[in-house]
């Protein structure tokens, strides 16, 4: 590969086209350092020059967006610092309210050209901190969906079956995520592709979930097994039996 190969790859992996990449390194290269609430209020009106936003973006200082322009980001959405969005080729669409922390990743660099590649998230959802999704396969997410922290969810998988070759030669399968509304995935939870979390389902600390879990399901382990509906009396009985906090938070959050 030729040195103007090699740069033509570069900038793919980073912008839609050399004018936008000029004028969004320009941007973000004079504001995306600043710290403290002046650094959010200078990123929110600059930054609507290079994304789609709802309002003004509430963005942290040291957040790294490649190809903003493919992002589509509700009201109220909140990036903390070193949140990275690679919004390639398909995009990256975040719902009104919805809240990445620290180190979070959404990763979807398509450059094979999948048609479903992209990440969408619903409203009012919360992405603990060094969450990583990847969207080859396109993950979709709901409203109100919970993460613990280091969850992975990843919408792609090797193909390995030829022994005799290298795997990063024997390409990839993508089928798709999708996680349905009110779910709640604790820490170090794994989502494998081709998986669909239905509606109001829990899934314990550090499970696996490789096969689909139907609506209100509890599951835990390696892999995930359900071991209860949330709907179930008992389930219900024991877990309003402890004490139960509400934070100000909700009452202070734009409606």
Same mark, same amino acid.
């Given at each position: 590969?030729?040195?103007?190969?090699?740069?033509?790859?570069? !900038?793919?992996?980073?912008?839609?086209?050399?004018?936008?990449?000029?004028?969004?390194?320009? %941007?973000? &290269?004079?504001?995306?350092?600043?710290?403290?609430?002046? &650094?959010?209020?200078?990123?929110?009106?600059?930054?609507?020059? %290079?994304?789609?936003? *709802?309002?003004?973006?509430?963005? *942290?200082?040291?957040?790294?967006?490649?190809?903003?322009?493919?992002?589509? !980001?509700?009201?109220?959405?909140?990036?903390?610092?070193?949140?990275?969005?690679?919004?390639?080729?398909? &995009?990256?669409?975040?719902?009104? &309210?919805?809240?990445?922390?620290?180190?979070? %990743?959404?990763?979807?660099?398509?450059?094979?050209?999948?048609?479903?590649?992209?990440?969408?998230?619903?409203?009012?959802?919360?992405?603990? *901190?060094?969450?990583?999704?990847?969207?080859?396969?396109?993950?979709?997410?709901?409203?109100?969906?919970?993460?613990?922290?280091?969850?992975?969810?990843?919408?792609?998988?090797?193909?390995?079956?030829?022994?005799?070759?290298?795997?990063?030669?024997?390409?990839?399968?993508?089928?798709?995520?999708?996680?349905?509304?009110?779910?709640?995935?604790?820490?170090?939870?794994?989502?494998?592709?081709?998986?669909?979390?239905?509606?109001?389902?829990?899934?314990?600390?550090?499970?696996?979930?490789?096969?689909?879990?139907?609506?209100?399901?509890?599951?835990?382990?390696?892999?995930?097994?359900?071991?209860?509906?949330?709907? *179930?009396?008992?389930?219900?009985?024991?877990?309003?039996?402890?004490?139960?906090?509400?934070?100000?938070?909700?009452?202070?959050?734009?409606?």
């Amino acid at each position: 590969m030729g040195v103007v190969q090699e740069l033509n790859y570069y !900038l793919k992996s980073q912008s839609t086209s050399l004018p936008h990449y000029v004028v969004e390194q320009l %941007i973000m &290269g004079l504001v995306s350092s600043i710290p403290s609430l002046v &650094g959010v209020g200078l990123r929110g009106i600059a930054y609507k020059a %290079i994304l789609k936003s *709802e309002g003004l973006p509430l963005i *942290e200082h040291h957040v790294r967006l490649l190809s903003p322009a493919n992002i589509r !980001l509700g009201k109220n959405v909140y990036l903390d610092s070193q949140v990275y969005l690679n919004a390639l080729p398909g &995009g990256i669409t975040i719902g009104a &309210g919805t809240n990445l922390m620290h180190g979070t %990743i959404f990763h979807v660099f398509n450059y094979r050209d999948l048609p479903q590649a992209g990440i969408w998230v619903g409203k009012n959802c919360f992405f603990g *901190e060094y969450t990583c999704i990847r969207g080859q396969g396109g993950v979709h997410i709901g409203d109100g969906v919970y993460t613990g922290t280091q969850v992975q969810i990843a919408a792609v998988n090797h193909v390995y079956t030829d022994p005799d070759k290298y795997i990063k030669d024997q390409g990839i399968t993508a089928e798709g995520i999708t996680i349905e509304d009110d779910v709640w995935l604790a820490s170090n939870v794994v989502v494998v592709d081709g998986v669909k979390i239905g509606k109001g389902c829990i899934v314990g600390a550090g499970a696996v979930v490789n096969k689909s879990l139907p609506p209100y399901s509890v599951a835990v382990g390696v892999p995930a097994k359900i071991v209860k509906d949330r709907r *179930e009396a008992a389930a219900v009985k024991k877990q309003v039996e402890g004490q139960v906090h509400f934070g100000a938070l909700e009452d202070m959050r734009p409606k």
